[in-house]
């Protein structure tokens, strides 16, 4: 057989592997492939590296298979990171690897080591470096595309609109399976540098703050300046909204039944199983997180005044108060909290270095984050003396918590389980959760209690930033039916709210709505009466895509 009729052969065996491949992940809950051979784009690039890649290797056996490593562990790190968090896996988030690194249990980093470096340490070895001409030619085809996305954007994404299969708008996913998966990569890639130069526009920094400092005025003038206490929790799953499942006793702690009963509300978040940035950034500014810039919004913030919610009130006389219960170089938090307009931001000591804190992540326990209850209780001791103070300012305390994450395990001499999972399906992963929001929902009545003993008259926000990934992703809510599977059901999540003492329940809500009801409090209402507040009425909800301009002006100063 000569060389043109063998690499005929393996490339023919190479995208059979693929389509193959793609089946596999689609049966894994991955995504679908029933339209892959109209993504004749993705083939002819795919195929342009495989041969690239065959060319520019020594010769051996193995060869054409090696030659298909780089391309696999493409599709796989795409594909891992779909399944894990429900999203299409954008270039932009290779800046969260150090983040996902120092999070992803010993396990999962084994099998990242076997399954995509070990691999790729075998292609580099197998490269013939000495064959300067296949490896340079060759990858100018690349380095041309490279160039094409990065400085003509418009012009790539212009020709995959006319030479593609069609971007669905509202669906990253249904895009990826109608075009592929490299082909959407690059075309994400060149949107979110078109999407750079869109801002530009939107700087305006007198305007800007001018229009900030009048509605902080609006706010003085018109608001009652009670204090606000918004707690966001990593994970907070509540057990009980999967109507496939059971458990061998209540998940839900007694006392927090006494204080909450039926008066729980849901939230949206823009996020599934990961990515806690991007329910905060929705949280605390009022605004879609729409991934225009970056997959992350806090990663372009820069410390310059963005001015969203704690800004705001900052400038309307509050005391401004953020805690942080993990590490401050954590999807950026700190240059984001700076942005966001936090007069105080606080991280345990033990991540702090020379930064002042009030509280430890080290409580005693062995647990792989900080108990809710540690957190909530060194909190307590700050707004107590906060309150006490001679001529205090209003507070708005803000706290983003930790101990949810992935993979709950409970420190069980503190902590020891107490039900079991009772389902046809099982994730062994909802089983500690469950055990975890039996310990969760303690700390959190007591947290409540407490604060209402300190501040009666308060409004008090508790809410979940997504729900957690589980062993299963999208799988488990799917086969357990969580919220009866509605719409997107897994993308809501459990909302308390205490106003002045009494737990209130809106019939709808978005994350980034809450500010609105931040607001709406301070004011006594006048700021809904003002604008419209969707959660507050009947009137349809606006399409995320409308709050675009709001987004650009606001990024366009917070990456200053």
């Avoid at 009963?261 to 996020?271: F, I």
């Avoid at 401050?328 to 942005?339: D, I, K, R, S, T």
Wanted: glycine share 6%.
């Amino acid at each position: 057989m000569n060389m043109l009729a063998r690499h005929l052969l393996l490339s023919g065996l190479f995208l059979l592997g693929l389509y193959l491949y793609a089946l596999g992940m689609e049966a894994a809950g991955g995504l679908k492939s029933e339209t892959v051979y109209l993504q004749w784009l993705e083939i002819v690039f795919v195929l342009y590296l495989y041969t690239y890649f065959f060319l520019i290797l020594r010769p051996g056996r193995w060869r054409g298979l090696i030659a298909a490593i780089p391309v696999l562990i493409g599709y796989l790190v795409q594909d891992i990171y779909f399944l894990a968090f429900g999203k299409v896996f954008r270039l932009i988030a290779v800046m969260e690897l150090p983040e996902l690194i120092q999070v992803l249990p010993a396990g999962y980093l084994l099998m990242a080591g076997i399954f995509i470096l070990l691999p790729l340490v075998i292609f580099l070895a197998s490269i013939s470096y000495a064959a300067l001409r296949p490896l340079i030619l060759g990858a100018v085809p690349l380095l041309l595309l490279a160039g094409l996305v990065a400085w003509s954007p418009g012009a790539y994404t212009a020709f995959i609109h006319s030479a593609g299969n069609g971007i669905v708008k509202y669906s990253d996913a249904k895009s990826v399976e109608s075009n592929g998966r490299y082909i959407m990569l690059m075309y994400r890639e060149a949107d979110r540098i078109n999407a750079l130069a869109t801002t530009a526009p939107y700087r305006n920094r007198t305007g800007y703050d001018a229009a900030v400092q009048q509605r902080a005025e609006q706010i003085s003038r018109a608001g009652s300046l009670r204090n606000v206490y918004l707690i966001v929790l990593e994970s907070f799953l509540d057990p009980t909204l999967f109507s496939k499942a059971g458990y061998s006793s209540d998940p839900v702690h007694p006392e927090f039944s006494r204080l909450f009963g039926d008066k729980q509300g849901l939230s949206v978040s823009p996020v599934f199983g990961g990515a806690t940035a991007q329910a905060e950034f929705e949280i605390l500014c009022g605004i879609p997180a729409l991934e225009k810039i970056s997959s992350i919004e806090f990663n372009i913030f820069t410390g310059a005044p963005a001015y969203c919610l704690p800004g705001l009130l900052e400038k309307a006389g509050y005391r401004t108060v953020a805690t942080n219960a993990y590490k401050p170089n954590f999807f950026n938090a700190l240059p984001a909290y700076q942005g966001l307009g936090f007069g105080e931001i606080y991280f345990p000591t033990e991540y702090s270095g020379s930064r002042e804190s009030y509280f430890s992540a080290n409580d005693g326990s062995k647990d792989d984050y900080l108990f809710d209850g540690s957190l909530f209780k060194q909190n307590l001791a700050f707004v107590a003396r906060a309150l006490g103070e001679d001529e205090p300012r209003p507070l708005f305390n803000y706290i983003m918590a930790i101990y949810g994450h992935t993979p709950h395990n409970l420190d069980e001499p503190l902590r020891p389980e107490r039900l079991q999972l009772e389902a046809d399906y099982q994730d062994d992963h909802l089983h500690r959760a469950a055990n975890q929001y039996y310990y969760r929902t303690e700390a959190i009545a007591e947290y409540v209690r407490k604060l209402l003993e300190l501040d009666s008259n308060s409004l008090i926000i508790i809410v979940s930033d997504h729900v957690p990934p589980l062993r299963n992703g999208p799988n488990t809510y799917r086969e357990l039916a969580y919220l009866d599977n509605i719409e997107d059901s897994y993308y809501y999540n459990r909302l308390l709210i205490i106003d002045n003492g009494q737990p209130v329940v809106y019939k709808r809500m978005r994350h980034f709505d809450l500010p609105d009801v931040v607001l709406d409090f301070i004011t006594v209402g006048q700021h809904c009466r003002i604008q419209d507040c969707p959660h507050l009425t009947d009137t349809p909800l606006q399409d995320r895509m409308s709050y675009l301009d709001q987004y650009y002006s606001l990024i366009a100063h917070a990456s200053e």
